[in-house]
């Protein structure tokens, strides 16, 4: 099947995990409306400034598969996640390292998108999720 692209240098196999993309590659309008497109928007532009970004990997050979979107059959799944809800990424970037990008993403985080980022992790973490009346980025920690 050809990789479905979602953004200028995103395709849909880089939030889906590799099981249920194949279940359901014949439908990918299902697949699609799994993942919020504010999250590909805050990852393109992520994309944009640092370059090259791993996401999910699996479709080109890799072995990271549950770094988009996570469902109940995976021992990382959460059901107060954000990658539950199509809403989170967490990405590794070959130009930058994890704590280069989370410190643009503090001073940009409003342009970006981007409403919470995880500290202490050799990975970025965001998400869009909604904060109410949210005056300052949201950061947790594992």
């Not at 930058?96 to 500290?119: F, H, M, N, S």
């Amino acid at each position: 099947m050809a990789r479905i692209k979602l953004s200028k240098n995103f395709y849909l196999d880089e939030y889906i995990p590799k099981d249920l993309y194949n279940k359901f590659s014949h439908k990918t309008h299902i697949l699609t409306g799994l993942i919020d497109k504010r999250l590909i928007e805050s990852d393109q532009a992520l994309r944009d400034h640092f370059g090259p970004i791993n996401i999910n990997t699996w479709h080109t050979g890799g072995d990271r598969m549950w770094s988009g979107l996570r469902t109940s059959d995976n021992s990382y799944f959460s059901q107060t996640s954000q990658h539950t809800y199509g809403r989170a990424s967490d990405k590794i970037f070959k130009n930058a390292t994890a704590q280069e990008v989370r410190e643009y993403i503090k001073k940009y985080w409003q342009k970006l998108g981007i409403k919470c980022i995880e500290e202490n992790v050799s990975w970025v973490h965001s998400d869009i999720r909604f904060i109410k009346n949210q005056k300052k980025l949201l950061i947790v920690y594992p």
